[in-house]
């Protein structure tokens, strides 16, 4: 901290606060607030003698509430930057800090908040993570029984630094314990508070064991645990060495906790897994290890960042496995916990990562983007006809690229822009398009494919990222499969537009595929729920029309189901050779009129030729918006 | 038929009974047992964790001569308890009923009735919690064709209850329990007490 305060090249700003993120990859524009300390910085030189004259005490929330500090304070004594600061909340204004300082005059209590605007190409964020409050499971007693204290408070306990300068006492009678448990999983691997594994408490709680029993032999320390997870390197070892230094491990989760009223004492109510056995044992203190949860207030981050968040409350990274330092907006990169419970070494990684990846940005003079970007024609937009954007677009984007202004037409912001295609096929005027997989140029794909005896063709619409290749695995492992498949390339299932279906069937097509990611794997964040969506409305639509069970088929293949693509496609196969002839062509024929009417507000689709000329000028319009930019 | 066949079998069996759903969701963590206040002060054989591990390993006979298949009085105290929100004792009740259909008996001492008393009231059947009591057209030696009570022992945890509100001391549980038992114990309980003062 203090290497990277002494950096020239890096500008330290303490106690302040994002408000808001605008602009895009390379032209961020931050506006920062920067909180009024109530000293001034350049004069403060660290002495501290506000602090000593300063009559008002607080709890310390550095040291987990459990020692005072001053109204005017720095949280801890390594604090960089070195610079005390007067909590207003506290404060009794008798102005004796100001004595205090003398002639420095470094306290000004006229200071206020200041809004700063910054020019950023990039962003890491590192926001770190929150703790579940164990007071809610009321079978630990926390909060009621002075002994059960959090593991973060031992800590502080344990430190040398810390209020008892590392003399690890029990709260109740200031003894200092001689039996002592950690308690495992408190609030996480639970489905009633937090479902998911926090990651580093096992070795956490080992850890905490070795220390005990290193500054003090002769104390027993337990830890009850459901498993433990020692997954990294070096980590059984020390797992191993705990257990060779005499640390109990009973396994089995406590159901209970209570205490001996008069010596607060504590009681663990917990099953021996190895003997199956209820047992009950007595402790002077127990430390639960808490859950680790997103930081409280994630939810605003991420709304300020316009960045995703994970069903646990944590950021979304771009990709799990691949690019788990990314955020789905680009420029925008995660390091530590923010993104997912993490421990040291693999934060510090991902924080390398992160840089890595931000000082790319950096270093670029342009940065490429996917060409099949989205661009509106705004004389279509329902803000030009109607006098009002309907919205759809804004709603169907994951990255946050559509912008509507007032009664403005909707624009995109083509670097922010991923290419999936969403609000081009949601666009109920058909005012957006997609480059290279415009409505022309896939409507005439249909119209090609079904040229001749379209009753036979099973039209697949496959995303690009999974299905395709899901079929691409069928072909090279020779996996057999229906020679009447025509399979139509789009980036994600959210741009398989319904009038893309309707053509195929208007112009008689046999069955049709809707084919794309499992959910959890879609490339662009939620365009695979867009999509699901969409698919789920037509299956009802054409049960309602009376069309055969499995003419329209939804199914969800990843690029690793080669096989699953080939059973889709026979099985699909299979519905159509069931089906006699003519009663194929009556429900086609039947069909077709109420195709032709959901097709209407699209009277005059342009053929290839027109198609090419209106991706020219919408790569003029590009171009001219990358220069604005 | 290989080992492996049935065991997927008894596993799926409970599973398909509703309540039973949740099985294989448990990751032996011990909070049910050391929550269980049966196997603390009734029986220490007595496991929830072990019935649900038996179940996944299709252990067939072993779960149905467990105790715990017989003896969870539903007080959900282990369902408020599991992190994993199991609800055990609904589990526990599919692993009984299927013992029940396989012609297994309960190891409890259940109620039984006095047929030449009863009267046919009615009250121990509204007052059973577990409704393991219906009133039936019987035919009893020298009373003839009338409405008695019947326990159905799949049901009956020999609680008590409906020794305890019938009128005509017509229906009872175990012998050690029955209402002179009861009475006993009492006397020799208050009777020494009562001399010394």
Redo the contacts between chains.
């Keep these: 901290m203090v290497d990277a305060a002494r950096q020239p090249r890096i500008d330290l700003r303490a106690f302040t606060e994002v408000e808001k993120v605008e602009g895009f990859v390379g032209n961020f524009e931050v506006t920062l607030r920067e909180k009024a300390k109530y000293v001034l910085a350049d004069r403060c030189n660290g002495c501290g003698e506000c602090a000593r004259a300063c009559p008002i005490e607080v709890p310390n929330y550095f040291d987990m509430n459990l020692a005072p500090r001053k109204a005017a304070y720095i949280p801890m004594s390594q604090s960089v930057p070195l610079i005390y600061s007067i909590d207003m909340d506290a404060c009794i204004h008798c102005y004796k800090c100001v004595e205090a300082c003398g002639q420095l005059e470094a306290i000004d209590f006229g200071q206020e908040d200041k809004l700063v605007k910054e020019d950023v190409g990039a962003i890491i964020v590192a926001t770190g993570f929150g703790h579940f409050d164990p007071s809610v499971m009321e079978e630990y007693g926390y909060a009621h029984y002075p002994n059960v204290i959090t593991s973060m408070e031992m800590e502080r306990l344990n430190n040398s630094a810390g209020p008892t300068a590392g003399n690890l006492i029990r709260p109740s009678d200031h003894q200092n314990p001689q039996k002592l448990a950690f308690i495992n999983c408190v609030g996480s691997r639970d489905k009633r508070y937090n479902p998911s594994c926090s990651n580093f408490c096992c070795m956490y709680s080992i850890k905490n064991a070795i220390l005990l029993k290193q500054m003090n032999p002769d104390v027993e320390v337990t830890i009850y645990y459901m498993d433990i997870r020692t997954p990294s390197k070096g980590y059984e070892e020390f797992y191993d060495r705990a257990r060779e230094m005499g640390i109990h491990f009973q396994q089995g989760r406590p159901s209970l906790i209570t205490e001996d009223p008069d010596t607060h004492d504590l009681f663990v109510h917990a099953e021996d897994i190895a003997l199956g056995k209820a047992t009950e044992k007595k402790y002077d203190m127990v430390m639960l290890n808490q859950a680790v949860i997103p930081q409280p207030d994630q939810d605003h981050m991420s709304s300020v960042l316009n960045v995703a968040q994970s069903p646990g409350g944590w950021f979304m990274e771009y990709h799990p496995k691949l690019r788990p330092m990314d955020s789905p907006t680009d420029g925008i990169f995660f390091a530590g916990a923010c993104q997912g419970p993490k421990d040291i070494p693999s934060s510090v990684a991902q924080g390398s990562a992160a840089a890595a990846r931000a000082s790319r940005i950096l270093h670029s003079e342009e940065w490429e983007i996917e060409p099949t970007v989205a661009v509106v024609w705004p004389d279509r937009c329902s803000a030009t006809t109607r006098g009002k954007a309907c919205g759809l677009c804004v709603k169907a984007c994951p990255y946050g690229a559509v912008k509507i202004e007032g009664d403005k037409a909707a624009e995109i912001i083509t670097a922010k822009c991923h290419g999936c295609g969403g609000c081009v096929a949601e666009c109920p005027e058909d005012a957006i398009t997609q480059l290279h997989y415009t409505d022309a140029q896939l409507l005439s794909q249909i119209r090609a494919v079904l040229a001749d005896k379209p009753e036979e063709k099973i039209v697949a619409f496959r995303c690009h990222w999974c299905s395709y290749g899901g079929a691409d695995l069928a072909g090279t492992s020779h996996f057999e499969y229906t020679a009447n498949e025509r399979g139509l390339r789009v980036m994600c299932s959210a741009r398989m537009d319904t009038d893309f279906i309707y053509e195929a069937y208007r112009l008689g097509a046999g069955a049709v595929l809707y084919s794309g990611c499992h959910p959890q794997d879609c490339h662009y964040i939620t365009g695979q729920v867009i999509g699901a969506k969409r698919a789920k409305r037509l299956t009802k639509m054409f049960d309602r029309m009376g069309m055969t069970d499995g003419r329209f088929r939804v199914a969800w293949i990843s690029a690793a189901e080669g096989d699953k693509y080939a059973r889709v496609l026979n099985e699909m196969q299979a519905v159509l050779d069931a089906m006699p002839p003519e009663a194929l062509k009556a429900e086609i024929d039947k069909l077709r009129p109420e195709m032709e009417k959901r097709l209407k507000k699209f009277p005059n689709v342009p053929g290839v030729s027109e198609a090419m000329a209106f991706s020219d000028t919408l790569t003029e319009a590009i171009n001219e918006q990358k220069e604005v930019a | 038929m290989s080992h492996t066949t049935t065991m997927t079998t008894f596993a799926d069996d409970v599973k398909a009974i509703p309540g039973g759903e949740n099985l294989e969701l448990c990751?032996?963590?011990?909070?049910?047992?050391?929550?269980?206040m049966i196997?603390?002060k009734v029986d220490?054989e007595y496991?929830p964790?072990?019935l649900l591990r038996m179940v996944m390993e299709g252990m067939k006979q072993e779960a149905f001569s467990n105790p715990t298949t017989w003896l969870c009085s539903e007080c959900d105290l282990c369902y408020q308890?599991c992190?994993?929100?199991i609800h055990i004792s609904s589990v526990i009740n599919a692993v009984k009923a299927i013992a029940v259909d396989d012609g297994k008996e309960t190891i409890l001492h259940t109620a039984k009735v006095n047929q030449q008393t009863c009267v046919g009231c009615g009250l121990c059947a509204e007052a059973c919690p577990y409704e393991a009591i219906s009133l039936v057209q019987t035919k009893v030696p020298f009373r003839g064709l009338i409405q008695v009570a019947e326990v159905d022992p799949g049901r009956c945890m020999a609680c008590g209850l409906c020794s305890a509100i019938c009128r005509s001391t017509s229906i009872g549980v175990q012998i050690e329990y029955s209402d002179e038992a009861i009475i006993e114990n009492l006397w020799n309980w208050m009777l020494p007490q009562g001399v010394e003062e």
């Design positions: 990751y032996s963590c011990g909070t049910c047992v050391s929550k269980c196997q603390q220490p496991n964790r072990r308890a992190p994993q929100q």
